[in-house]
C-alpha cells in the first residue's frame, strides 16, 4: 500500500493489498498498464514501485477505508507550486507579481495539469473501478489532474525534490511557452470576464496590512457578486489587487473546467 504520513512523519507501511472475497482488490478495480512501463516513461527507476502505484490508484478502486492517491495528490500540488513558483522568478526576472501570479495559476491549474498527464498517457495506467472506467473515467479532466498531481509527490517522495523538479520543468516546458508573453492586467481581464456574465464590476477593499512601513504586506479582497471572492497579498494595494484579481479568474476558469 506504499507510505502515509501523519504531520511531518513518513511511515512505511507492508506492501499488501486489500482483498476482498473473490481475490479482488479494492472492488473489482480496473488495473490498467503496468505501473513498471509507466516509470520508464516518466524516466525514474523507483526504489519504492508502490509509490507510484498509489498514486495512479483512484478513490473509486479501493474498499472502503482503502488508500488511494488523494493525500499524494495534496502533497504534489504544493511540489508543484513550489517548482513552477521558483521557475517563474528565474525565467522572468524583472516580472512583477501581479505580472507572475497569472502565469503561476495557469500554470499549475487543473487543466494544464490534465494536458501534461495526456502527453505522458496516464489515463492509460489508472487503477479505476469499473463503473468509473465506463463513464470515461481515463480522460476526465478532474482525474487526469489529480493522478498527474500524485505522480509528481510519488518522484518527490522516492527520488527527492530534485527529481520532481527535472520531471516538472521538462514536461512543463510547452506551458511555459504559452504563458511567457506578457499577461494582460489581470484587473481588466476580470472585468471583461464579469461582464461578459452579465455581472457588475468587481469590488476591491484592503482587509489587512502587516509588516513594517518599509516592507508593508496588504491583504486584498475582490468581490465579484455571483463569481464569488478571492483574497491575496502583496506588496502595495496595487499588487495584493491584481493578485486577488488574478486569484479569482483561477476560480471562475477551474469551475469552468469541472
Known amino acids: ?153 510519488a518522484l518527490y517522495l522516492d527520488g527527492g525534490l530534485e527529481v520532481a523538479r527535472q520531471f516538472i520543468l521538462k514536461n512543463w516546458s510547452g506551458p511555459f511557452d504559452a504563458v511567457a508573453q506578457v499577461p494582460r492586467d489581470s484587473k481588466t481581464v476580470l472585468q471583461e470576464l464579469l461582464h461578459a456574465r452579465g455581472l457588475s464590476h468587481p469590488a476591491y477593499r484592503t482587509i489587512a496590512r502587516a509588516g513594517s512601513d518599509h516592507a508593508p504586506v496588504f491583504t486584498v479582497e475582490v468581490d465579484g457578486g455571483e463569481a464569488g471572492i478571492a483574497r491575496a497579498d502583496g506588496a502595495s494595494k496595487r499588487a495584493a489587487e491584481q493578485a486577488a484579481a488574478a486569484a479569482l479568474i483561477a476560480d471562475l476558469e477551474n469551475t469552468n473546467d469541472n
Open 1 to 153: 500500500m506504499g507510505p502515509y504520513w501523519t504531520g511531518c512523519q513518513l511511515t512505511r507501511q507492508p506492501k499488501t493489498k486489500t482483498r476482498r472475497a473473490g481475490g479482488k482488490t479494492g472492488r473489482g478495480a480496473g488495473q490498467g498498464q503496468s505501473p513498471a512501463a509507466l516509470a520508464q516513461v516518466l524516466g525514474h527507476e523507483f526504489t519504492d514501485p508502490t509509490l507510484l502505484e498509489r498514486a495512479l490508484t483512484h478513490a473509486s478502486a479501493t474498499a472502503p477505508g482503502g488508500v488511494d492517491n488523494e493525500r499524494m495528490e495534496f502533497l504534489g500540488d504544493r511540489v508543484l507550486g513550489l517548482v513552477i513558483a521558483d521557475a517563474l522568478i528565474e525565467r522572468f526576472p524583472s516580472a512583477t507579481e501581479g505580472e507572475m501570479a497569472p502565469r503561476l495559476n495557469k500554470l499549475v491549474r487543473r487543466e494544464t495539469c490534465a494536458q501534461v498527464a495526456r502527453g505522458l498517457e496516464i489515463g492509460a495506467f489508472l487503477r479505476l473501478a469499473p463503473s468509473e472506467e465506463r463513464q470515461g473515467g481515463r480522460d476526465k479532466t478532474a482525474i487526469l489532474a489529480n493522478a498527474m498531481e500524485a505522480v509528481i509527490a
